[in-house]
């Protein structure tokens, strides 16, 4: 297996561990994909939670550039869902995860098809 695949399973055993998901693979390979360079690297391959400054780049770059969604208090509110759901105490939020969550919350999958 390739390293982006050994990522890949550890992404998805972390949706089905920690998150509670059945896990879409092609969705989580695609997002995993579009994150590009950032998995490989220790710090960039994760989300901090609690960092305020990181949550508000993650919805312009991620949610409003990327996914094309409109700014908004429902941004904000499906972050923190994530968040919660990927599990507030736990500091490694996986970057493709969260990316993952986001996608499947907002229902934006189509962009990656």
Known sequence: MSKRDDLIAKYAKDLEEKC??????????????????????????????????????????????????????????????????YGKSNSNKQRAVVYYLLTKHFRKASYYK
């Open 20 to 85: 509670g998901e059945k896990v879409d693979m092609k969705l989580l390979t695609a997002v995993t994909i579009g994150c590009g360079p950032a998995i490989y690297k220790a710090d960039a391959s994760k989300v901090s939670g609690s960092d305020k400054a990181e949550l508000a780049t993650l919805k312009k770059n991620f949610l409003i550039k990327k996914l094309g969604l409109k700014d908004g208090p429902k941004l904000d509110e499906g972050i923190e869902e994530v968040m919660v759901k």
